[in-house]
């Protein structure tokens, strides 16, 4: 059975940090594109950051400079700096099969159940 598993999600204030983990079982993930998705409420599914199979990411200018996504066999994280009260939403974890990565949420083959992020300023 293939699982995503997120955790490292809290309540933080402005300024401070976060590292979401998300662990990736039940097939190997090595050859698929993984991303980062949040969702607010009352809100659509938002694209965060994604990186290849090769280890190259790409960033929502929203998040530009303020967040790493880095992975590790079957793991993938999010390092958060700079938290800002915008940045509160359950955060999403995605595996994506196939040739070209995409910030579409609609391509993503493979989801996790969501950590909750929440900052106050």
């Known amino acids: 059975q293939v699982q995503l598993v997120e955790s490292g999600g809290g309540v933080v204030q402005a300024g401070e940090s976060l590292r979401l983990s998300c662990a990736a079982s039940?097939?190997?993930?090595?050859?698929?594109?993984m991303a980062w998705f949040r969702q607010a409420p009352g809100t659509e599914r938002e694209f965060v950051a994604f990186i290849r199979r090769s280890g190259t990411a790409f960033y929502a200018n929203s998040v530009k400079g303020r967040f790493t996504i880095s992975r590790a066999g079957n793991a993938v994280y999010l390092q958060m700096n700079n938290l800002k009260p915008d940045d509160t939403a359950v955060y999403y974890c995605?595996?994506?099969?196939?040739?070209?990565?995409?910030?579409?949420?609609?391509?993503?083959?493979?989801w996790g159940q969501g950590t909750q992020v929440t900052v106050s300023s």
């Open positions: 039940g097939r190997t993930f090595s050859d698929d594109h």
């Open positions: 995605a595996a994506m099969v196939g040739l070209v990565p995409s910030t579409d949420a609609g391509i993503y083959d493979y």
